[in-house]
């Protein structure tokens, strides 16, 4: 069976930083594009960052550039995310999601065939 699983969250004030990981199994991890989004309480699921099964392309989301960064390790399953300089607003849960073979619109949630259980970040001010 395929599952995500998600790591990292926490609780930390402005200005600190986290690092979030995601661990696959049940599924070939480099054949999907990896993609972090967050949700906050009675909002839409929002793309944060990508990461492509080949050919190491990522995006961001524009309110995320230059603060965090994706990155994965095939050999270990896992991708994650290293998030700087947190803000108030970067506050959500954050999941992970796998996109078998994804090539365009990464920012769209249903394009995203498995998801994790998600991982709280909250930012306090």
């Known amino acids: 069976q395929v599952q995500l699983v998600e790591s990292g969250g926490g609780l930390v004030q402005a200005g600190g930083s986290l690092r979030l990981s995601c661990a696959a199994s049940?599924?070939?991890?480099?054949?999907?594009?990896m993609g972090w989004f967050r949700q906050a309480p009675g909002k839409e699921r929002e793309f944060v960052s990508g990461?492509?099964?080949?050919?190491?392309?990522?995006a961001y989301a524009d309110s995320v550039k230059g603060r965090f960064t994706i990155s994965r390790d095939n050999a270990k399953n896992t991708v994650y995310l290293q998030m700087i300089s947190l803000k108030p607003g970067d506050t959500g849960v954050y999941y992970c999601g796998a996109y078998y073979r994804g090539n365009y619109l990464w920012d769209r949630p249903n394009n995203y065939g498995y998801w994790g259980q998600g991982t709280q970040v909250t930012v306090s001010s």
């Open positions: 990461i492509s099964w080949s050919g190491g392309s990522t």
């Open positions: 049940g599924l070939g991890f480099s054949s999907y594009t």
